[in-house]
């Protein structure tokens, strides 16, 4: 590296177009918006909230690999590696700082390897070693100073040693009359410790060296743990997601009818009510937690949304009709992307700390969730094909592989655990018996299309035809579509799932058909036409049965009024208990008259099962068509994470080389190009930080700009202080009224 490579700048400059295209792809955050020129790259890139961002994506080897360059800066490869117990010539170790240097944590200059100072900020302690201080004695004095320690004054360095390298010893200890209190007077005195306050004392960097070996971690990092656990065949792994995928896509649909029909009310609060929940769990007959997971998904892809037109109420979208006729492996492919992106975390619904979490209401929110089923997901692809790791050793990974977003997430204590996301990954088909699948690594690398065709042959084929038995059940020996599917919907009731579906017949379900005007020849002619059995004649008796009884009670506005040929079966309603809300009243010997309106009349004589229909005013049967609710999509905001590609690197490298041009093309000029807030920041306290002169703009009080040669001294609270022009006069500067920085040559 040639010796003008004074600073990260200087390093960017010397880079070729691909070197810096490829930059921007890794660390997209520096590229919005593009930077003017390689310089505010290289101020952009080492602002506090950047360095965290790409601090966030090293794995563990990388983060000891960047505390070894903060130690020892500036440092060899081969001081490196001493410090990370590693061989002077350890190749990845030479990958891993080559690769801290691509991304422009470190740079290289004359004396070695350099570490931007946020960085250093950022880290703090690396690994909990305390400050390198003056008056603390090296080399032979200090091991001659080590060799001389009794055993308490041993005891108190063994105990800082490997960090924290701050402890508690008040100067009443030290002083006092005691073992304790002669060690730590002898360890303060040698400079093996050093006092911080009246209650603490500090470990020098330099002694904890020493007492370390010369290695910065007691248990080296540079393998990721290997979790155990059983493998499975991934052909096993891809058929078990498989049949899960078309479990989904049937939950889907039940819920799509169900909602359809009978949509229900959206809390005052927003959000779906437990009652609803529970009533809608029964029906799929899963739980209430994966149900709450189904439909956040849902809801996350576009199937559900709410609907404001009269009654708030939870309901399909239009696009639901149009997303049912696709291919399955298509639906399926549409509800994983969408639980892999989405905002929701379904797993908060329940009784919590802070009351009640409802479904599908604000407080599921959790825009975390998506960065840690990425995460997870890709540790466990990281895994050979079929490995199932336990949810401890997975843990382990992900604390190798982002040690800095899990130490925050620990410290934060919120959100679901890799448990949650585990679970939620085989409900969607993309973990097989705790293994990734196939269509799971193509949905996190390539993308959904890519996915739905590796899902294709794994979805087991849906059937058009049931077995009707004597028992008045239907079976159906796998997922339904089609017009079988619309038939058995409407004249059964799903009894139980599992591989073989049984739907159950019953005067019910049959009235449903006949209140929608079918009769009970059409009724046996379209059971028979999707069974391969025939129809039972236990069946056929029920249902030309119920159709005999069907519509002898007939319901009419009054507010609304019963009447019936057989006269027994109105004195029976009239005396009912179960009715009396209805209040009825008998004008004629065929005729009953009640306040309340003809819907709620039908739907509690349904209710007790006396097979009523309604009539129009004419007289004749009013057919009930079926309800069939839907509504608009909502588009909710989401945040949106874009990267940068190839293509927009290139054009945003050539903006800079560009910028640079015009630059060197005034390489004297005292008027400093406009430069955005954080850059200016950064200029400012590198400037500092280094004793160096810089070129400002100033806008003073009737809006002019002056143009200053600047030092900065020190940069807080919104102030910059420094000197200005040769005489070194001193004055304070507001951050906001700078309209742009430039280097001093």
Not at 179 to 199: C, K, N, P, Q, T
Not at 336 to 360: D, F, I
Not at 426 to 441: H, I, K, N, Q, Y
Not at 694 to 705: A, E, L
Request: glycine share 8%; proline share 7%.
């Amino acid at each position: 590296m040639p010796s003008s490579t004074r600073s990260l700048a200087d390093d960017l400059r010397r880079r070729s177009d691909t070197e810096l295209a490829a930059l921007l792809v890794r660390r997209p955050d520096l590229a919005r918006p593009a930077p003017a020129d390689v310089t505010t790259l290289a101020a952009r890139a080492t602002t506090r909230a950047s360095i965290q961002r790409v601090l966030d994506s090293l794995d563990l080897a990388h983060l000891h690999t960047l505390e070894a360059l903060v130690v020892a800066s500036p440092a060899s490869r081969a001081e490196v590696a001493r410090l990370l117990g590693e061989p002077p010539r350890s190749s990845r170790v030479a990958g891993w700082v080559q690769d801290l240097a691509f991304l422009s944590l470190v740079w290289e200059s004359d004396e070695g390897f350099r570490v931007a100072r946020t960085v250093a900020e950022v880290i703090g302690d690396p690994a909990g070693l305390g400050p390198a201080l003056p008056q603390t004695p090296t080399g032979p004095a200090l091991d001659a100073a080590l060799q001389g320690l009794d055993r308490h004054g041993r005891a108190v360095l063994d105990a800082l040693t490997w960090g924290p390298a701050t402890g508690v010893l008040s100067e009443s200890t030290s002083s006092g009359d005691t073992a304790v209190g002669a060690a730590a007077r002898s360890l303060i005195a040698h400079g093996l410790l050093h006092r911080v306050d009246e209650s603490h004392v500090v470990l020098p960097r330099q002694v904890a060296l020493v007492l370390r070996h010369g290695v910065l971690h007691r248990d080296p990092a540079a393998e990721p743990p290997r979790p155990r656990g059983p493998v499975v065949d991934p052909e096993v792994v891809d058929a078990t997601a498989g049949g899960r995928a078309a479990e989904l896509l049937v939950l889907s649909a039940e819920v799509i009818d169900a909602w359809g029909a009978k949509p229900p009310k959206v809390l005052r609060a927003g959000g779906l009510a437990v009652r609803d929940l529970s009533r809608l769990a029964s029906r799929l007959e899963i739980g209430q937690p994966e149900t709450a997971w189904l439909l956040e998904v849902m809801h996350a892809a576009g199937l559900l949304a709410r609907d404001d037109t009269e009654d708030a109420t939870w309901m399909p979208t239009g696009e639901t009709d149009e997303w049912v006729d696709q291919d399955p492996h298509h639906r399926w492919a549409d509800l994983a992307h969408a639980w892999l992106t989405m905002t929701a975390a379904p797993s908060l619904v329940g009784q919590s700390e802070a009351g009640r979490v409802n479904a599908l209401s604000l407080q599921t929110s959790w825009p975390a969730g998506r960065q840690r089923r990425r995460d997870v997901l890709t540790a466990v692809g990281t895994l050979p094909a079929g490995s199932a790791p336990g949810q401890d050793d997975l843990l382990d990974l992900l604390r190798w592989r982002h040690p800095v977003r899990m130490a925050r997430a620990s410290a934060a204590g919120s959100g679901p655990g890799i448990e949650a996301v585990l679970r939620e990954a085989e409900w969607a088909g993309v973990l097989g018996r705790g293994a990734l699948t196939a269509p799971g690594r193509a949905l996190l690398e390539d993308g959904r299309d890519a996915a739905a065709s590796l899902m294709a042959p794994h979805i087991p084929a849906a059937v058009d035809h049931v077995l009707l038995q004597a028992d008045l059940t239907a079976i159906a020996p796998g997922r339904l579509e089609g017009p079988a599917r619309a038939v058995m919907r409407l004249l059964s009731d799903v009894e139980s799932r599992g591989g073989a579906t049984v739907h159950r017949i019953t005067e019910e379900t049959l009235r449903r058909a006949l209140d929608a005007g079918w009769s009970a020849d059409r009724v046996l002619s379209e059971i028979a036409s999707v069974s391969h059995t025939g129809v039972p004649q236990p069946l056929d008796y029920l249902v030309r049965d119920v159709a005999r009884r069907h519509g002898v009670a007939r319901v009419g506005a009054c507010a609304a009024y019963v009447r019936s040929d057989d006269e027994a079966l109105l004195d029976r309603v009239e005396a009912d208990r179960s009715l009396s809300l209805l209040q009825l009243r008998r004008i004629a010997p065929t005729v009953l008259v009640t306040p309340v309106p003809a819907a709620t009349v039908l739907d509690l004589l349904r209710e007790e099962q006396y097979g009523p229909v309604a009539e129009g005013v004419d007289g004749g049967i009013s057919l009930d068509p079926g309800r069939h609710h839907r509504t608009t999509r909502r588009d909710t905001p989401q945040v949106q994470v874009s990267g940068v590609d190839a293509d927009v690197a290139a054009r945003i490298v050539a903006g800079m080389r560009h910028g640079d041009t015009v630059r060197d093309s005034h390489p004297d000029s005292e008027t400093p190009p406009a430069t955005e807030p954080v850059v200016t920041l950064a200029l400012l306290r590198e400037a500092a930080a280094e004793g160096a002169a810089v070129w400002v703009g100033y806008v003073d009080d009737i809006g002019g700009v002056q143009h200053h040669l600047f030092r900065p001294e020190h940069v807080e609270g919104g102030r910059v202080r420094g000197t200005t022009g040769d005489g070194d006069a001193p004055r304070t500067l507001l951050l906001h009224r700078i309209s742009g920085v430039r280097q001093a040559l």
